[in-house]
């Protein structure tokens, strides 16, 4: 969570070249934004799509019905529409520096596997349309507070499957590059909210990798999962209020109690008006990582963590 706001920064430096909202872009600038984005990413292919980009009729740039190639041979990603805009080029067009908004909308987007045989390659990318996720994200800065707020992250998967996050960070100023890069080292989460909906969100797109990260060796892997869940069960029961309000680690064990398939609503809330960010984990940075939670707990300071899980009925 701490590196967002370097990331968000990314992004909208990435799309700036093709971000005129209101004052209605061209069908050029879309393409640079996307030349721009091949430059920052390394993901030279991008370059080929670029000059698909098209003005929406609503006022966005857009690229409909496109397979986006990755540095890999075997994969890509396919996306039925992908559209961003962005606000306040002036800034841009008097000294090269980002929008102060960002929005971003896509629908249908999928991984494509190259198999190396056709017809496998074929039936596996017609199979995928039907595993669609379609999302929406905005961003906005506010150069009197140096707040950047990510008003809004949505992600739509197949089935009843959601997530919703909400975000603010302090110290982020985009007024110079200058101020930019010291706002890598100065930002701070104030507020966040992630709610997530899943049935079967976990084990579709989180079980695989994370079984083979923590499962391993010739011991039955159901008996491996249970020690895992009693041990984590153990640690949240040890874990202090503040920063957990109460009922969040209720909640926390509940939620390890039902893996690997929990199905339900999980709401994680962070409210911290001191701050998280670098200035708090400065000095592990110079004395090493932590050896135990009892050193972490202290970073939080006045932060409140307040987590829910409601489990759907079998």
Request: proline letters at 6%; glycine letters at 10%; aromatic letters at 8%.
């Given at each position: 969570m701490m590196r967002a706001p370097a990331v968000i920064v990314d992004l909208i430096l990435t799309l700036q070249t093709g971000l005129a909202g209101a004052q209605s872009p061209d069908a050029a600038a879309c393409t640079a934004s996307l030349q721009r984005l091949a430059q920052v990413t390394g993901v030279?292919?991008?370059?080929?799509?670029?000059?698909?980009?098209?003005?929406?009729?609503?006022?966005?740039?857009?690229?409909?019905?496109?397979?986006?190639?990755?540095?890999?041979?075997?994969?890509?990603?396919?996306?039925?529409?992908?559209?961003?805009?962005?606000?306040?080029?002036?800034?841009?067009?008097?000294?090269?520096?980002?929008p102060t908004a960002l929005d971003v909308r896509l629908t249908g987007f999928r991984f494509l596997t190259n198999t190396g045989?056709?017809?496998?390659?074929?039936?596996?990318?017609?199979?995928?349309?039907?595993?669609?996720?379609?999302?929406?994200?905005?961003?906005?800065?506010?150069a009197g507070s140096s707040e950047l707020e990510m008003t809004a992250l949505n992600l739509d998967f197949p089935g009843e499957n959601t997530i919703a996050v909400t975000a603010r960070f302090r110290g982020v100023d985009?007024?110079?590059?200058?101020?930019?890069?010291?706002?890598?080292?100065?930002?701070?989460?104030?507020?966040?909210?992630?709610?997530?909906?899943?049935?079967?969100l976990f084990e579709t797109y989180l079980l695989l990798p994370f079984g083979q990260l923590v499962l391993g060796g010739a011991e039955d892997p159901a008996a491996q999962v249970a020690a895992l869940k009693a041990a984590a069960s153990d640690q949240i029961s040890s874990f202090p209020n503040p920063p957990f309000m109460p009922g969040s680690?209720?909640?926390?064990?509940?939620?390890?109690?039902?893996?690997?398939?929990?199905?339900?609503?999980?709401?994680?809330?962070?409210?911290?008006?001191?701050?998280?960010?670098?200035?708090?984990?400065?000095?592990?940075?110079?004395?090493?990582?932590?050896?135990?939670?009892?050193?972490?707990?202290?970073?939080?300071?006045?932060?409140?963590?307040s987590v829910t899980y409601a489990p759907t009925a079998p």
């Open positions: 030279s292919p991008i370059a080929a799509i670029a000059a698909e980009a098209q003005i929406t009729s609503d006022g966005w740039c857009g690229l409909s019905d496109v397979t986006i190639p990755t540095n890999s041979k075997y994969l890509s990603f396919g996306i039925d529409d992908l559209q961003w805009r962005g606000t306040d080029m002036a800034r841009f067009a008097a000294g090269g520096l980002p045989d056709p017809v496998m390659t074929y039936l596996m990318a017609q199979q995928s349309g039907a595993k669609g996720i379609s999302g929406d994200l905005s961003l906005i800065w506010d985009l007024t110079s590059r200058a101020t930019m890069q010291q706002s890598v080292g100065g930002f701070a989460l104030t507020k966040a909210k992630v709610d997530v909906l899943t049935n079967g680690t209720d909640a926390l064990t509940q939620l390890i109690t039902d893996m690997p398939n929990p199905t339900g609503r999980i709401v994680l809330d962070i409210d911290a008006p001191n701050g998280l960010g670098p200035a708090q984990t400065a000095k592990f940075a110079l004395f090493g990582i932590p050896q135990s939670l009892d050193e972490v707990w202290p970073l939080f300071g006045s932060a409140q963590i």
